[in-house]
Structures are given as structure tokens and as C-alpha cells.
DNA sequence: TATATTCCTATTAATCAGATAGGAATATGG
DNA sequence: CCATATTCCTATCTGATTAATAGGAATATA
């Protein structure tokens, strides 16, 4: 439980690779390579990335990937959003009034609690931080 | 990603279903049917509760179940506990030195700091709190 | 035009959570 | 001693989700 994906944990490996990188870009097959990560799956997890406006890419010969932004400036929540989508600990953080007890639920708004604590955390690391410390 | 598991949800609402009967017994069953918890599942989940100590239990005819202490001396990090063992973002939390980086790997230091604060939410709170209110 | 890349879609494989099944052990009351 | 109600134990099945693979279309470069 409260186990964090192998997509997100790849996706961070992905992004410190590319940070290290200071703009420069790199291709698919290089990070996968440098971090022992299976080509085709990380593909998908650079796309979602890219999605979310934290990396960009070119294509086509001499094309890649690299950082959009300063990694200073990359939450680490940004990376597990773009990655996973929001986090919910139960199925009813965005349902109010879901259960019987309507909507001053109190386990509800225990887990939307721990949400929010979670959130908290992630929102205020770094990408910076936690790939170099 | 950081979802609780149905096992856990039902163990909170099987111990708030206890705890409003204040020492008084349930039976698995009577207990499935109040809280709408598949009942053959619901014996598991009770047989780990149990094993934590958190409830007691008599068996054979007017048997059931009971709490085994105060609902206000519950934390619900044991319920957790109970059912899911310790939490766990990532496996390397208890294997310091299992990547390349050695003792000092800050991926590492990132996700037991998470762990930290998860934990600390969830200890903070009991069952009372979150029954009640 | 050959080549290297991102990008898109579909499929397969592996893992795990959720649920079910059957019955052994045990306590109670008649 | 027996019928019954319960916990308790172990095995299995199922479905959902995640992880991974496959194939090729689109695009850029030289
Ligand atoms: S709304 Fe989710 S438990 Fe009440
Ligand atoms: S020890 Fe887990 S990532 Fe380094």
C-alpha cells in the first residue's frame, strides 16, 4: 500500500538523466540504456512527460528529448501527477456526499487529509533536490 | 498510486463497527452484514486485526468478536499496519545501499522521507478520531 | 533517398488484489 | 453426547491493473 509505481520511478530516473544533461538533449534509447530501463515502456512515460510540459522533443534525425525547465523549478509532484494523474487515496476524494453519512464524512475527510499532506511534501522538493540532493 | 487498499477500508469500517458496540461482541457475520463487507473476506481481514492485537475473540456458539482496547488509544497507523504491513513507497526503503549510489542515495532519502510523513499522519489519528469525529 | 528518431495504437504477459470455497477446530446449550 | 454456531485455516479462482513488447506511421536530417 502507498507503493509508488515503476512508470513514476522510471519517469524520475528519466528526468534526473535528462537534468544532469543542463539542456542538452538525448534520445529515447540513450536514457534507457543509461538507466536500465526497457526502450519501448519508457517511450510512453517521455510522451506523458512531454505532455505535461515538463520536458520537450524534436524529432526525426538528430531529434531527442530535454528539459523544458530548470530542474529547481520541477516539483516532484509535477512528475508523479504528469505520471499517475492525481492522487487519491480512496476512489471518493473528489465524490463528496458518496457514502451514506453525506457529506461531512469523517474518514473522508481523513484520507483527503492524508492527500493533502502527501501533496504537500512532493509539491515542495525539487526535481534539483532529490536528483543531486 | 498511493491508494488504500479495500482491505484497509473494510478494517476501518469493521473496527468502527466494533467500536460503537464499546466491549460489547460481533460476529464475523453480523458485522459483514452491517458494514457490506463480502463475508468470507471479512474473516481474514479480522484474523490480522486479531493478530495485532487490536481485537479479541472468543469462537464456538456465542462467539464473536470484540476491542481489545480504548477506540481513543487506536492509532489508525496500526489499523494500517495490521492489514498491510509496514508502508513501503518503494522496496529499497529497508535495503539502504541496494542501487549504485550506495548508502547515500537521495531517490532513497526522498521516498523514506515520504514514508516519514505518511507515517506521522497516520499515527497522529485515532480510531475515535476518524469514527467520530 | 537512406536513416534516425519521435509518436501512435494494439497486444501480450505478469502480478496482485479481491473474492470464494470447503472444511477443521472449538465452544455452548440441550 | 449431540446439534449448532462460531472462529480459524488453507487453497483456489477471478478480474483488474500494471508492466512490457511489437509493429509501424510520421517526421526531420543530410
Ligand atoms: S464519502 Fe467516502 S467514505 Fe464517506
Ligand atoms: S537505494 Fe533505492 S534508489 Fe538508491
Redesign the interface.
Known amino acids: ?5 515503476a512508470r ?2 522510471y519517469a ?1 530516473r528519466a528526468m ?1 538523466c535528462l537534468a544532469k544533461r543542463e539542456g542538452r538533449s538525448a534520445t529515447s534509447a540513450e536514457i534507457a540504456q543509461s538507466e536500465s530501463i526497457p526502450a519501448k515502456y519508457l517511450e510512453g512515460i517521455l510522451s506523458r512527460l512531454k505532455a505535461s510540459g515538463l520536458i520537450e522533443s524534436e524529432r526525426g534525425k538528430n531529434g531527442g528529448y530535454r528539459m523544458a525547465k530548470d530542474p529547481a523549478e520541477i516539483r ?1 509532484l509535477e512528475i ?1 501527477e504528469a505520471i ?1 494523474g492525481r ?4 476512489t471518493c476524494v473528489d465524490a463528496p456526499g458518496a457514502c451514506s453519512q453525506g457529506g461531512d464524512c ?2 473522508r475527510n ?2 483527503i ?3 493533502t ?2 501533496d504537500a ?2 509539491a515542495e ?1 525539487t526535481l534539483k ?5
Open positions: 500500500m502507498f507503493s509508488v509505481s513514476t520511478q524520475i534526473s516532484m508523479v499517475d492522487i487519491k487515496p480512496v469523517h474518514p481523513f484520507w487529509g492524508l492527500k499532506t502527501i511534501y512532493l522538493r533536490d532529490v536528483s543531486e540532493g
